[in-house]
C-alpha cells in the first residue's frame, strides 16, 4: 500500500542521511492516516497514532535525538495500541534518549518496552545494541571517578575506603549491566561485550 511504501521509503531516506526526503515521505503517510481517521484496523496496524511511532522512529535514524524526543512527547499511546508497536516504541525512545545522554530515562525506556513486549525486546538487536552502549558508558562513569578518587587517596590508601565513605551508587557496572542483561538477553554480559551474538548490520534490526 502507498502509506507503507512512504513509511518504509522515510526509514530508508533517514539511515542515508536524507532528512527532507524522510519528512517529504512521513507527511504523505501522516495525510493518509489524517483520512483514515483512526488506528482500528489491527491488521494492518496503520492510523494517526502508528504514524507517530513512525515519527519518532525516523528521527532516531537520523540521529537527532532532540527532534525524537519533541515528536516522542507530542505522542499518545492508547490502551488498545498494539502491543508490539508500543514496544518498538519504547525501544526507540530509549535510543532517542541515549542520543540526547540522558542514560538513566533511556534504561527505563528499555525496561517499559520489556513490560509490554517481553519476546521482541529480548531479541530485537536494537536492543542489544543500545543495552551494550548503556553498560558501557556506566563502565567509564564508575572508571573516571575511581581514577579521580585513586589520584586524591593519600599514599597507602585503598579505594575502598572510599567506596564506603560515598557508597556504591558510582560502583555499580556490573550490576548495571546484568539488569541489562535481563532486559536484552544473555547477548550482553558483564560490560556489554559477547561479539557472537551481535547483530550483523542495521538493516537486520527488525521489520518496522
Avoid at 502507498?2 to 519528512?23: E, F, K, N, P, V
Avoid at 517529504?24 to 489524517?34: F, G, I, P, S, Y
Avoid at 519476546?119 to 572508571?143: C, F, G, I, K, S
Avoid at 590508601?157 to 572510599?162: A, G, K, P, Q
Wanted: net charge positive; proline share 3%.
Amino acid at each position: 500500500m502507498g502509506w507503507g511504501l512512504h513509511l518504509q521509503s522515510g526509514l530508508a531516506a533517514s539511515r542515508s542521511g536524507r532528512r527532507s526526503l524522510a519528512d517529504e515521505h512521513l507527511c504523505e503517510a501522516r495525510a493518509t492516516a489524517e483520512r483514515l481517521g483512526d488506528d482500528c484496523d489491527r491488521v494492518l496496524s496503520f492510523g494517526p497514532t502508528n504514524v507517530g511511532i513512525w515519527s519518532v522512529a525516523l528521527a532516531v535514524e537520523a540521529m537527532d535525538g532532540t527532534e525524537a524526543l519533541n515528536r516522542a512527547h507530542a505522542l499518545v499511546l492508547s490502551a488498545d495500541t498494539p502491543k508490539e508497536r508500543a514496544g518498538h516504541h519504547y525501544i526507540d525512545l530509549s535510543r532517542a534518549y541515549l542520543l540526547h545522554g540522558d542514560r538513566r530515562r533511556a534504561f527505563d525506556a528499555l525496561l517499559t518496552a520489556k513490560l509490554i513486549a517481553p519476546a521482541q525486546t529480548r531479541y530485537n538487536p536494537m536492543v542489544h545494541e543500545t543495552a551494550r552502549a548503556l553498560a558501557r558508558a556506566e563502565a567509564r562513569a564508575v572508571d573516571s571517578v575511581q581514577h579521580a578518587m585513586t589520584r586524591m587517596e593519600p599514599t597507602g590508601c585503598r579505594i575502598t575506603r572510599y567506596r564506603a565513605r560515598i557508597g556504591s551508587a558510582f560502583f555499580q557496572p556490573l550490576t548495571v549491566a546484568t539488569v541489562f542483561a535481563m532486559v536484552a538477553g544473555s547477548a550482553v554480559g558483564a560490560y556489554g561485550v559477547n561479539r557472537s551474538r551481535e547483530p550483523q548490520s542495521r538493516d537486520q534490526s527488525c521489520s518496522r
